[in-house]
């Protein structure tokens, strides 16, 4: 299976944001080289040094905020988040299967303790409080029951009922690495908005996660889109 | 490999505007599933190809099943489900939105050492010459859901199918299909005739028909040139499925075979075991020359309660040579040493005639309140053949045998060569079947569910047949060609009221419509206990009533309890066991008088009595009291994340309450599978399987001369019971069979990248043992001093035993172009005794055999050069 992600993907945060995150070099340029699907199928939950992650993250609260909040809607919340989806994304961005002008250039110089320090930091913070999402919009439906004549499958089945991780039963059945799914709940509308449509179109492909939600988004619409996206704003 | 690249558009836009011109529809690549036969044809392969689509199931996804997960996922019971195929988008044709892909393998096929061996030609035309591997072009149109697949292999002239198949995913679907199916019966088989695969067997010129000497008719057999026995069967259809309106789906099927070649063949022109020199038994061969026009139409309704299911199904079947015709090489003899007045010489055989079938069926069914269906069904067929009959005898001139006046057993052939000697001039045959099946099941509960069900069918055989000469006012019909009643006095095979001679000669007359009712009720429940297990139990009564039988009721009784749990120690366990019970009304030995002219007005009871029918204790296995028991156990065990081992055990016990008759027979078997695919480029398979089978029977040999009983010819011939003068207990006997087979298979496959490896082995053999004891000589048909010697030496044990290896290895050339090497080795041995000595000769004073049977030893090898091009 042959990634043309970096042909095709630039995550837009924002660039013109804090001076932390001003783009150090051209985005995907990297272009040329086909870039190896990264295959999280088999990821196991991943470790690290909270505490040293909070000494490496001072240039990230420039847009991720002090607490792991984002100063502004076009950029993810990461506190509470799973350690090892956030762990995921930068190695992602580290090694070329996700690619944005200001995240490739502040991973490149991550080394993989880094990465894992940095990902349980921002896990270990306390996430955002919960909203007042409502219960009966299309965006709720979606998430928790999905739409079988359009072909939309729940989202809680790998995001979890709450948005806050999944909740596998027990099986001997080869699992999917829940680990690796991220938290919904109370992330940006807009972030959310940004991240289905590339899936969507292709920009964000670079992962076998990537790969499912390339399939997810193909049956949803651009309104079921903002509905979503609205609902786990809210959530 | 269905990753299709290139650039071939002109030959796609070609074959698209072609098969587009039949039905404006595109094909699918990937599924190949073989359709239900309301649509289609059976599952259609080849000796090269079982599978029929082989070379498009390589490579495997290498990203597997899923992103979701890693590894395979298992089936409910725990086996692995395979790697699914790389799929390729295909190239588009022209602007639209169709795509297509194709593959075309064709090579060279050489055959080497044994070729013609029985068992590896038995079911494929193998030649050396050049071979189409496949044929595959579809197309699909991945927006309308549309598709047209086209798929054609050819071994040989004899051995090849070609598929065309359209349709829309959820609308319609349309399948043409063209194939032929070899099988051979023998390869070394020696018929003296000329006409073989006619109606007409006749003498070579150096033999005259009833005045040849077995030394003579040995000389030819020796001399004549080996050749092969056996037919092709050529299929063909069209056959439609889709909906009509709305909720609407018919479907409409036209099949026809036509089956064409030879098969080896009786030629009786009575005994020469009892009466060496003075019968014939002959192996002859006849023709196949059949055609069976299948139609099947239907249409269904599935509305939101009620589920409709017509259908129609009608066979047609043409015989265009129902009858053979044989010259009879041998000389007859009366055994009383009168001159031989009779000139038996041919022989004459009625095949099968035209005959026709008609079933409508109506199925319906509804859901319930309480989580409840019913179901209904009723049926209604009938079978009919009206052929023209042929005359009793084609004899000609006088048959018979003249012993002084008055005893004269000779009988004018002109009186009975003609269909004028019939009661009537067609069968007028007719049997037609009932149905009425009824079911519901309720699932009240999660954990609980049950239910009851009601079937009753019933055989009608409407056919009645007098056998009554009017132009001699005889009854019966002349036995073996007038053979019989020339070579023994009396044994015409007729009954004659005013004749003396005879008037108490007890022959059929009359056909036996068997036929039946049978009513079964079942009644059954499931238990889920707990998450992963779960019992059932199924109770069944078959309440059978035979027509014209040893018993007007039969009742089977039986109990199944099923157990499965999908958690012991990680395996999925099956367990079932069942018990039977069969018994019924009083056993009438012989319930055919009326079927003989012993019971037609001016039957004269033979001065020593009637001969008993058979022995009254005898037993007939499928009506006699009866307990059957089944086991059966099957393991499924996933062994790691790649691998399943499974396993399956089962023993059937049966035992029949019978004096004569079968009294036991029993199976036991098992069987060990691992399949192993630890990525999607290589997988692995080891099987192996054995099973034993016993069956005792116990039998008892009428007296048939004074050193041995008093029955045959004198007063006790009338007792039919065990231990009476026909049946003395020391004629009895007793037969113990044993067979037991095994098999086993090794396969492996890897992908290498540009090239790929597989290897398969598979070893197939068989035993099997006829004992026997007896209470003493008397039970022996040969009770001189060879003949007792010969019975305590036994039988022989037959063997039967096949290696086979096959080989392959496929390269790719580039993108579009592949190279597939190919090569099998097989081995086989065989031993049947009865075939022992036939291959020194086939002639045996007045018997005279044609085939030599399966090779006692064989090795044979195929290679083969394939060329793959991607379209």
């Known amino acids: 299976m042959t990634n043309r992600t970096s042909l095709l993907g630039v995550f837009l945060f924002g660039c013109s944001m804090a001076m932390g995150c001003v783009a150090q070099q051209p985005a995907a340029d990297a272009a040329a080289t086909p870039v190896k699907l990264l295959d999280q199928r088999r990821m196991q939950p991943i470790s690290g040094d909270a505490q040293a992650g909070a000494g490496k993250a001072a240039v990230c609260a420039a847009c991720h905020g002090a607490q792991g909040v984002a100063i502004a809607p076009t950029f993810p919340n990461l506190a509470g988040q799973s350690a090892t989806y956030l762990y995921a994304q930068l190695k992602e961005f580290h090694d070329g299967q996700r690619n944005d002008p200001v995240m490739t250039g502040q991973a490149a110089a991550l080394s993989d303790a880094d990465m894992r320090d940095l990902a349980s930091y921002y896990a270990s913070l306390a996430p955002k409080p919960a909203g007042q999402a409502d219960a009966s919009s299309r965006g709720a439906q979606l998430y928790l029951a999905g739409d079988p004549a359009q072909g939309i499958p729940p989202c809680q089945g790998c995001h979890g009922p709450t948005g806050m991780g999944p909740q596998p039963h027990p099986s001997s059945a080869p699992q999917p690495p829940w680990a690796t799914f991220p938290y919904l709940r109370g992330q940006s509308g807009l972030y959310l908005t940004k991240q289905l449509g590339d899936y969507r179109s292709g920009m964000r492909a670079g992962s076998s996660n990537a790969k499912v939600m390339q399939g997810v988004t193909q049956t949803l619409g651009d309104a079921d889109v903002q509905a979503l996206s609205t609902y786990l704003g809210t959530l | ?871």
């Open chain 2, 1 to 871: 490999m269905l990753a299709l690249k290139g650039n071939r558009t002109t030959l796609s836009t070609l074959a698209l505007a072609l098969l587009c011109g039949l039905f404006g529809t595109q094909g699918a690549l990937a599924g190949d599933t073989s359709g239900t036969m309301r649509v289609g044809d059976m599952q259609y392969g080849n000796g090269l190809d079982p599978r029929g689509w082989t070379p498009m199931l390589y490579p495997a996804d290498p990203d597997g099943m899923s992103y979701l997960h890693a590894g395979m996922l298992r089936t409910p019971t725990g086996a692995l489900y395979p790697y699914p195929l790389l799929i390729d988008a295909g190239k588009p044709v022209g602007q639209g939105d169709w795509t297509y892909s194709g593959l075309l393998e064709f090579g060279y096929l050489h055959v080497g050492g044994d070729r013609n061996a029985e068992y590896f030609r038995q079911y494929d035309d193998w030649k050396s010459g050049a071979v189409l591997g496949l044929f595959a072009l579809d197309f699909n149109n991945r927006k309308t859901g549309s598709y047209v697949d086209l798929r054609g292999s050819r071994i040989s002239g004899d051995d090849q199918f070609y598929r065309l198949r359209g349709g829309r995913y959820g609308s319609y679907r349309v399948e043409g299909f063209y194939r032929d199916m070899p099988h051979t019966v023998s390869t070394s088989a020696y018929p003296i005739w000329n006409g073989v695969g006619s109606t007409d067997l006749t003498l070579p010129s150096s033999l005259v028909a009833g005045a040849s000497t077995p030394a003579q008719v040995a000389a030819v057999s020796a001399a004549t040139p080996r050749r092969s026995i056996g037919l092709t069967r050529t299929r063909s259809g069209l056959s439609y499925e889709g909906v009509l309106y709305r909720n609407w789906i018919g479907s409409a099927a036209i099949t026809n075979e036509k089956r064409t070649g030879t098969r080896l063949w009786g030629g009786s022109m009575f005994f020469n075991f009892p009466f060496p020199d003075n019968g014939g038994v002959l192996e002859t061969v006849r023709p196949i020359d059949f055609r069976t026009t299948d139609i099947n139409l239907s249409v269904r309704n599935v509305g939101k309660l009620w589920h409709f299911l017509a259908t129609y199904n009608g066979s047609f079947f043409r015989n265009h040579k129902d009858h053979l015709d044989f010259e009879n090489p041998f000389a007859l003899y009366n055994v009383v040493g009168t001159p031989q007045v009779a000139d038996i010489k041919d022989g004459q055989f009625s095949l099968e005639p035209d005959n026709d079938y008609h079933n409508i069926r109506l199925d319906l069914s509804r859901e319930l309140k309480g989580n409840g269906q019913f179901t209904v069904a009723g049926a209604w067929g009938t079978m009919r053949q009206n052929a023209a009959l042929l005359p009793p005898t084609a004899c000609t001139g006088t048959g018979g045998i003249f012993i002084a006046p008055p005893v004269n057993y000779t009988f004018q052939c002109a009186n009975w060569n003609t269909t004028a000697a019939l009661s009537r001039q067609n069968a007028n045959a007719r049997i037609d079947t009932g149905l009425f099946d009824a079911r519901v099941t309720f699932q009240p509960a999660p954990a609980f569910g049950w239910h009851a069900g009601l079937r009753w069918y019933r055989e009608d055989d409407k056919t009645r047949y007098l056998a009554y000469n009017p132009l001699t006012g005889q009854y019966g019909y002349i036995s073996e060609n007038g053979s019989q009643g020339s070579v023994v006095p009396g044994e015409t095979g007729i009954f004659d009221p005013t004749n003396p001679l005879y008037w108490s000669s007890n022959v059929t007359v009359r056909n036996n419509p068997f036929g039946y009712t049978d009513s079964i009720f079942e009644l059954g429940s499931d238990w889920q206990l707990g998450r992963k297990t779960s019992l059932g139990v199924t109770y069944t009564y078959d309440h059978n009533q035979p027509k014209y039988r040893e018993r007007k009721r039969v009742d089977d009784q039986r109990i199944k309890f099923d157990w499965v749990s999908r958690d012991v120690i990680g395996a999925t366990v099956r367990l079932s066991w069942e018990y039977a019970k069969r018994d019924g009304d009083k056993y009438n030995y012989d319930p055919y008088a009326q079927f003989f002219s012993e019971s037609l007005p001016g039957f004269v009871d033979p001065a020593t009595g009637l001969p008993a029918h058979t022995v009254a204790d005898m037993r007939k296995y499928d009506l006699s009291n009866r307990t059957e028991s089944k086991a059966r156990a099957i393991v499924t065990y996933p062994w790691g994340e790649s691998a399943t081992l499974s396993a399956t055990f089962y023993g059937n016990r049966d035992n029949y309450d019978a004096l004569i008759g079968r009294q036991t027979t029993n199976t036991t078997g098992a069987t060990v599978q691992w399949d192993w695919q630890p990525t999607p480029a290589t997988t692995m398979n080891a099987y192996l399987g054995v099973e034993g089978s016993r069956m005792g029977i116990s039998n008892v040999g009428d007296s048939d001369a004074p050193d041995n009983g008093a029955g045959l010819g004198t007063i006790g011939q009338t007792n039919p019971n065990l231990g009476g003068p026909l049946y003395p207990y020391a004629n009895q006997w007793w037969e113990f069979d044993r067979e037991s087979n095994r098999n086993a298979g090794l396969s492996f496959s890897h992908d290498f990248g540009r090239a790929r490896a597989d290897i398969s082995y598979n070893y197939t053999g068989s035993f099997g043992h006829v004992g026997y004891t007896y209470a003493s000589i008397g039970a022996l048909a040969y009770r001189d001093p060879a003949g007792v010697a010969a019975a305590e030496a036994g039988f022989p044990d037959n063997k039967y035993r096949t290696n086979t290896l096959d080989l392959g290895l496929s390269f790719r050339v580039n993108r579009n172009v592949g190279v597939r090497l190919y090569g099998r080795y097989e081995t086989g041995a065989f031993s049947d005794w009865h075939y022992a000595g036939l291959d020194n000769t086939l002639s045996y004073d007045h018997r005279l055999y044609t085939d030599k049977g399966g090779q006692l030893h064989y090795s044979v090898s195929l290679v083969g050069v394939m060329l793959n091009l991607k379209l």
